[in-house]
């Protein structure tokens, strides 16, 4: 059974950092491409960042770069967000997905809020 479980968020200080973590489960995890998005209230949901199944290759949108880092720990079967210079209009639900295929977690509450 593929599970996607995220972990990390909370309630943080503009400037401030977060760590996101999405454990998977249920399927070849080193097989396939994952990604970070996100969704803010009566916003529709945005690709944040995106990873190679080896690690090799990331992307992130514009309004990211330079402060966010995805990766990957494949022996761990775990994708990661490292979320630095955190801005109130990062305030989301942040999402792991599996690219290519129709597998989503469950989101996890980022807030940035002085």
């Known amino acids: 059974q593929v599970q996607l479980v995220e972990s990390g968020g909370g309630l943080v200080q503009p400037g401030g950092s977060l760590r996101l973590s999405c454990a998977a489960s249920?399927?070849?995890?080193?097989?396939?491409?994952m990604r970070w998005y996100r969704q803010a209230p009566g916003k529709e949901r945005e690709l944040v960042a995106h990873i190679s199944n080896t690690g090799g290759f990331t992307n992130y949108v514009d309004s990211v770069k330079g402060r966010f880092t995805i990766s990957r720990d494949n022996g761990k079967n775990t994708v990661y967000l490292q979320m630095n210079s955190l801005k109130p209009e990062d305030t989301a639900v942040y999402f792991c997905?599996?690219?290519?295929?129709?597998?989503w977690g469950q989101g996890t509450q980022v807030t940035v809020s002085s």
């Open positions: 997905k599996v690219f290519s295929l129709n597998y």
């Open positions: 249920g399927f070849s995890f080193s097989s396939y491409g």
